[in-house]
């Protein structure tokens, strides 16, 4: 899910298939990340978060993976469904900070 | 209940106009927040708020003016409207201003457009 160029990456998958999105951040101290999901029309919504000091955690059908050496945090989402078609961002902050987010991806499942 | 909500939902205006967008939080945080959408779906903080007292403002034209009445309201007032400024605006707070496991809850957007 690198952003390239003035378009919206976009990730199409399969209902019922899983769905991977990834997000390369660029502080190394940022030590709080969220993934939020915006649907058509909508806000950003909360979905999951990570602390630095973890490397995976899991929510119902969601799961976050953060890699710290690399920098790079994955959104997995099981059994993907229509209803999950939208825009992922991921966002990190450090401390004090403002939470700062990232491009974002499209999520389009082929029902 | 609407956690975060802020009126109007859409608004078109011609250039030079002032306009505000007014947002009220039932959560109880005490940080209020507005972000500007682009049409490229990037998300730009422009004003924190922390119990009626600014905390962050970006790089933000002197025609936008966030007032907080009280923690629970956060309202933006744009004055001589540009085309540039066409964008959706979400409100959002936040329990506090900083700390880890501060997550921030969105407003559905006012979309503004310029004509």
């Known amino acids: 899910g690198e952003s390239v160029g003035l378009h919206l990456p976009t990730l199409s998958v399969q209902e019922g298939d899983n769905s991977i999105i990834n997000c390369a951040y660029s502080?190394?101290?940022?030590?709080?990340f969220i993934w939020y999901k915006q649907e058509s029309g909508k806000g950003p919504q909360f979905i999951i978060d990570?602390?630095?000091?973890?490397d995976k955690r899991q929510g119902q059908r969601v799961t976050v993976l953060l890699n710290k050496t690399v920098k790079h945090l994955s959104l997995q989402i099981a059994a993907t469904q229509p209803g999950d078609s939208a825009v992922y961002f991921c966002a990190e902050n450090q401390g004090n900070t403002p939470l700062v987010f990232g491009k974002g991806t499209r999520l389009s499942v082929i029902a | 209940d609407t956690a975060v909500s802020q009126t109007p939902k859409y608004l078109v205006t011609q250039m030079g106009n002032d306009k505000s967008i007014k947002c009220e939080q039932n959560l109880g945080h005490d940080t209020m927040y507005w972000y500007k959408q682009d049409s490229k779906k990037f998300l730009k903080i422009m004003f924190s708020?922390?119990?009626?007292?600014?905390?962050i403002n970006e790089t933000v034209p002197n025609r936008f003016s966030p007032k907080s009445p009280d923690k629970a309201h956060l309202n933006l007032h744009i004055n001589s409207l540009e085309l540039g400024d066409s964008a959706v605006y979400f409100c959002?707070?936040?329990?506090?201003?900083?700390?880890?496991?501060?997550?921030?809850?969105f407003g559905e957007g006012s979309w503004l457009t310029v004509v």
């Open positions: 990570i602390r630095s000091n973890m």
């Open positions: 959002a707070s936040s329990p506090q201003i900083r700390g880890l496991g501060n997550t921030i809850y």
């Open positions: 502080n190394s101290a940022s030590d709080y």
């Open positions: 708020y922390n119990n009626k007292e600014l905390i």
